[in-house]
């Protein structure tokens, strides 16, 4: 079991571009959520997705987007890339009816300059 | 609305003895869940320990336990015979069912010397 893998592990984008990143959820895991992790600060939640839709979503502005596929991957995009976008982005699986346990990818580390 | 309060930026303990980090929480659920959730710098967050606040049992793993003070809204973990590879970013979160995300608190960085 890979448990939850996120792609890039790093990247790097100008100011105003648009960002895609990934995540595989952990095997039998169909919930996946979302965590912006600024620099010295503590995860802040995105959004949550379940069943290729959008269940939750945090204080965050409709420049951040989601998808969910039939596989239960998930993307995450952000477009108007801001300075202040830059942060370590953290992917998140659990199982939707099973415990409350989340298992956490290693994240992807955004840049923006 | 859930809030998640750790009041220590860094701590630091020797190697083989005892350390206690605070967290203190606030929230109107009745049901809910607390973690301790360890980062070392590879980034991957840890389930390091978990607590249902329906328990009135302090949860136990190992060399990690937990101070759960329900009227207090305290939790904190105690790491006993500190090893080396306990350095790491440690960040405790709050969980409902009703709101089905986790709250972190923003952090204690525990230092670990031989």
């Known amino acids: 079991d890979a448990g939850v893998t996120q792609s890039p592990t790093h990247l790097i984008k100008t100011r105003g571009q648009q960002v895609t990143l990934r995540c595989s959820p952990k095997?039998?895991?169909?919930?996946v959520s979302w965590y912006q992790q600024a620099l010295g600060q503590g995860p802040q939640f995105i959004f949550q997705?379940?069943?290729?839709?959008?269940?939750q979503r945090g204080n965050f502005p409709d420049r951040f987007s989601g998808h969910q596929f039939p596989n239960y991957s998930s993307e995450l995009n952000v477009n108007a890339l801001l300075l202040g976008d830059s942060a370590l982005y953290l992917c998140?699986?659990?199982?939707?009816?099973?415990?409350?346990?989340?298992?956490f990818g290693q994240g992807t580390r955004l840049t923006v300059v | 609305a859930q809030t998640v309060t750790q009041s220590q930026p860094e701590m630091s303990v020797q190697e083989a003895e005892t350390v206690t980090l605070s967290c203190t929480y606030d929230t109107s659920e009745s049901d809910y869940y607390l973690f301790w959730y360890k980062q070392p710098p590879s980034r991957q967050m840890i389930l390091v320990i978990r607590?249902?606040?329906?328990?009135?049992q302090n949860a136990t793993e190992n060399r990690f336990s937990v101070n759960f003070q329900k009227a207090a809204k305290s939790f904190s973990l105690k790491i006993s015979d500190s090893q080396l590879g306990d350095a790491a970013m440690y960040f405790c979160?709050?969980?409902?069912?009703?709101?089905?995300?986790?709250?972190f608190g923003t952090g204690t960085r525990l230092q670990v010397f031989p």
């Open positions: 095997s039998g895991h169909d919930t």
């Open positions: 979160a709050s969980f409902s069912y009703n709101t089905d995300k986790l709250i």
């Open positions: 998140a699986s659990s199982l939707r009816d099973g415990n409350t346990e989340a298992f």
């Open positions: 997705y379940y069943e290729e839709e959008e269940r």
């Open positions: 607590q249902e606040a329906y328990k009135q």
